[in-house]
């Protein structure tokens, strides 16, 4: 009677055993996983860089703080340096690449058109670029930040100028922003008394433009939620 009485105890602490770790699984998978932190690497000149003002108030910073403020967790690295020109930018994007990147925009090619650079070297730098960026990061969103020549170097300059932007974008897959300085360049309001480098309010909007195309990039690359 003893081994009878027993049975039943023993299988009343084997399915309160079972049930219990079945509910622990269920809530352990229940669990959202952890959000992930999107890498953006912003590789360019004295716009990226914020010449003339605080680091703080360089597109880049803003861009990481208008993103988090709509909830996306992220990480912005400003890899901008004044004057700089595409080939300088070739030279030095390997040590640039050495780190994580989901998103890699560029914004480059200002410069060599203020000095009136060889346009085929200029698309060839920043082919270049775009090259080693996707060799070491083949699952990073490419951004090309396109740019304007100043009028002064004559119509056939500024038209061949433009064009590399929409070519190497649709050449490699890259994502173009027709142009970084849409509503900043040439107005007064946004710019320093050069009349060439963006001032606060004009980084404000910069900022605003690009983060319409990294949040796009972001949802494409599956790190970010539709």
């Known amino acids: 009677m003893m081994s009878v009485r027993k049975i039943p105890y023993g299988l009343f602490f084997i399915v309160i055993l079972a049930i219990s770790l ?10 959202p996983a952890a959000a992930k932190n999107i890498r953006v690497v912003v590789f360019g000149d004295s716009i990226a860089a914020g010449y003339g003002l605080d680091p703080s108030e360089a597109f880049p ?42 998103i ?4 480059l090619g200002g410069n060599d058109a203020l000095r009136g650079l060889d346009l085929a070297q200029t698309e060839s730098n920043l082919r270049t670029i775009i ?3 996707k060799a070491k990061h083949p699952q990073a969103k490419i951004i090309l930040a396109g740019m304007l020549a100043p009028p002064n170097l004559g119509q056939d300059f500024t038209d061949r100028f433009r064009n590399i932007y ?8 890259a994502t173009l922003i027709p142009f970084i300085l849409e509503g900043v360049g040439g107005e007064a309001a946004y ?3 050069d009349g060439i480098h963006p001032n606060r ?14 949040r796009v990039a972001a949802r494409e690359a599956g790190v970010l939620a539709p």
């Open 191 to 193: 710019n320093q008394p």
């Open 22 to 31: 079945f509910s622990s699984a269920r809530i352990v998978n229940a669990s």
């Open 131 to 133: 090259t080693a960026v």
């Open 166 to 173: 929409p070519k190497l974008a649709t050449e490699t897959g």
């Open 61 to 102: 910073t803003v861009l990481e703080e208008l993103a988090r403020a709509d909830g996306t967790d992220i990480t912005v690295v400003n890899a901008g340096l004044s004057g700089e020109t595409t080939a300088g930018g070739a030279r030095r994007i390997t040590w640039i690449l050495n780190q994580p990147i989901d």
């Open 104 to 107: 890699f925009v560029l914004e």
């Open 201 to 214: 309010d004009g980084h404000r909007m910069i900022a605003q433009t690009v983060w319409r195309y990294v």
